[in-house]
């Protein structure tokens, strides 16, 4: 979940420098932020396709609300994910489980 090698640095230096940065974040799952308290506001914005840069400036520039809501729950580290702790291989056998919920057996090949 976390981010690329010094981003994560690059983002607190620049809350550091400017608490009013924006942060938006392009990925297709939940990533680590542990500079979010510092952040006066992050955007989520998943993958854009091609009018990416033309939607967001019109969220960042107040052309449209950008009032949405997640629908799903967004952890706060790798350690908050469900599957944490009963994910894992053993001799390319993979096991994942989710308490009652969720049990599933994948053989990797």
Do not use: H
């Not at 350690?79 to 053993?90: L, T």
């Amino acid at each position: 979940m976390d981010l690329p090698r010094g981003d994560e640095k690059l983002i607190t230096e620049v809350l550091a420098a400017n608490p009013n940065t924006v942060i938006v974040n392009q990925s297709g799952s939940a990533v680590t932020m542990p500079w979010i308290s510092s952040a006066k506001s992050v955007l989520q914005a998943w993958f854009g396709g091609n009018e990416f840069g033309n939607g967001i400036s019109d969220v960042l520039f107040g052309s449209v609300n950008s009032s949405g809501r997640l629908l799903l729950s967004w952890p706060k580290r790798v350690q908050d994910n469900p599957s944490f702790g009963n994910f894992g291989s053993v001799r390319g056998r993979v096991l994942y489980g989710e308490d009652i919920f969720v049990v599933t057996d994948m053989v990797i090949c």
